[in-house]
Nanobody, 117 residues
Framework: QVQLVESGGGLVQAGGSLRLSCAAS????????MDWYRQAPGKQRELVAG???????NYADSVKGRFTISRGNVKNTVYLQMNSLKPEDTAVYYC???????????WGQGTQVTVSS
């Protein structure tokens, strides 16, 4: 089992910044991918950004150049720095962990991000 604890959500004005954090604990395997997904009301959950244990990253087109995903110095911590936020970024943001070799997946409880215009 892997437990994911997110923090850092909140209310911010358009153009502002927030940083989300996700700490993974439990049965962590070394080869993994940690992602941030988001789900807005009435919409499907979508991938925002991901980072492998080797440091490779990928981003949704809608956030490229504004969001940065990174791994922390503390093992199995991942951050999402969100700059130039827009009202359309408003959603519940979920941390996701995937063990590459087994395919096992885990989700955090979600953190609300609200961007006012």
């Amino acid at each position: 089992q892997v437990q994911l604890v997110e923090s850092g959500g909140g209310l911010v004005q358009a153009g502002g910044s927030l940083r989300l954090s996700c700490a993974a604990s439990g049965s962590i395997v070394s080869v993994n991918v940690m992602d941030w997904y988001r789900q807005a009301p009435g919409k499907q959950r979508e991938l925002v950004a991901g980072i492998t244990s080797g440091g490779s990253t990928n981003y949704a087109d809608s956030v490229k150049g504004r969001f940065t995903i990174s791994r922390g110095n503390v093992k199995n911590t991942v951050y999402l720095q969100m700059n130039s936020l827009k009202p359309e970024d408003t959603a519940v943001y979920y941390c996701h962990f995937r063990a590459v070799l087994t395919g096992l997946q885990y989700w955090g409880q979600g953190t609300q991000v609200t961007v006012s215009s």
